[in-house]
């Protein structure tokens, strides 16, 4: 199959300054850190050499999400893609764990309490979102807005967060609820997936690390 038919690209945004200081982002909006900024350009690159022309792409209203998918387009020559900005792919809601590092909040709150609230499915942090409530807002604007045009032919790139791509992978990769915990995406990681018309699925075909500056 051509690398540029029935093409779903996801890939998660750069290194933010968030990131890198281990706050809680969610609704946030740090911008990228140098680092970030490579391992966006780093994304494009991988992606150009791999002969990949996109139709659409979609992002967040996030700028660490859009500003990695604008660095991205840049690498391949397509910074005049049109761009759908959508709140369906922001990242999940921290609530009032949003703006803590993360050391500080194991000790406040206990380290099993953060991970279940970080990594479970139906855990809800205070005043936020769990991944089900994450998934249950993401999964009808991917079914009826994006998964047609991949169905359909079109080469597709979705730049998101950790978290929002994971509510994606429950119902891609078909992983059960408790078994996402163990699912995690590096920043500026890959994921490549192939639509099938006849059955109407999507199914990974690749995952791409990428290192900055790589």
């Known amino acids: 199959m051509d690398s540029n038919t029935h093409t779903l690209v996801l890939v998660r945004h750069g ?14 909006d ?9 391992e966006a350009g780093s994304a494009g690159t991988t992606l150009r050499n791999l002969g990949y022309r996109f139709d659409a792409a979609f992002t967040s209203r996030l700028r660490r999400a859009q500003h990695t998918l604008a660095l991205i ?22 609530g009032a764990l949003a703006g803590l590092n993360k050391p500080d909040a194991r000790a406040r709150f206990g380290v099993e309490q953060v ?3 970080r990594k479970s499915y139906d855990a809800v942090p205070p005043g936020g979102e769990s991944l089900a409530m ?15 045009r991949v169905l ?18 429950l119902r891609l990769d078909r992983i059960e609820p408790r078994q996402i915990e ?7 990681e890959i994921l490549v997936y192939r639509g099938d018309p006849a059955t109407r699925t999507l199914t990974r075909a690749a995952t791409i690390a990428t290192p900055a500056g790589g």
């Not at 994450?134 to 047609?148: D, G, K, S």
């Not at 079109?154 to 992978?169: D, K, M, T, W, Y």
């Not at 699912?183 to 500026?188: D, E, H, Q, R």
Request: contains cysteine.
């Open 73 to 94: 387009l840049e690498a391949l020559g397509q910074s005049d893609l049109p761009v759908h900005t959508d709140a369906a792919l922001n990242e999940r809601d921290y």
């Open 182 to 188: 163990d699912v995690n995406i590096g920043t500026a």
């Open 152 to 169: 359909g032919g079109g080469c597709v790139l979705v730049v998101a967060h950790g978290n929002s791509l994971r509510s994606l992978l």
């Open 15 to 28: 290194q933010s300054e968030d990131n890198e200081r281990e706050l809680f982002s969610g609704l946030r």
């Open 30 to 38: 740090p911008a990228l850190t140098p680092r970030g900024v490579e």
């Open 134 to 148: 994450t998934e249950a807002r993401l999964w009808p604007f991917f079914e009826h807005t994006i998964a047609p």
């Open 115 to 117: 991970r279940t609230w």
